[in-house]
């Protein structure tokens, strides 16, 4: 978003709270990932699908609040 580009004022504090809602995401990956590896007979489409729906659902979920919180900063900021 060229509002972070081109103010260090909300840069900073944008990607502080974008890289707390999409780190997230990826540890619950790893935990499902493994999770669903340990399900017997589990086939590998299954597989596949659950982690792209846990991975994309809390994805989806930070992308948002993060840009919903940069539109806020840069609008506190002018």
């Known amino acids: 978003m060229c509002s972070t580009l081109e103010n260090p004022v909300v840069w900073y504090p944008a990607n502080q709270y974008a ?10 990956f790893v935990v499902a990932a493994v999770g669903f590896c ?3 007979g589990i ?3 299954v ?4 982690c ?3 991975f994309a ?6 992308l ?3 840009v919903r919180y940069v539109k806020a900063l ?4 002018r």
């Not at 890289?19 to 619950?28: F, M, N, R, Y």
């Open 19 to 28: 890289a707390k809602w999409l780190l997230w995401p990826g540890a619950v």
């Open 38 to 40: 340990l399900v017997p």
């Open 43 to 45: 086939s590998g489409d």
């Open 47 to 50: 597989y596949s699908l659950g």
């Open 52 to 54: 792209l729906f846990v």
């Open 57 to 62: 659902v809390p994805l989806v979920i930070g």
């Open 64 to 66: 948002t609040l993060s």
């Open 74 to 77: 840069a609008r506190q900021s």
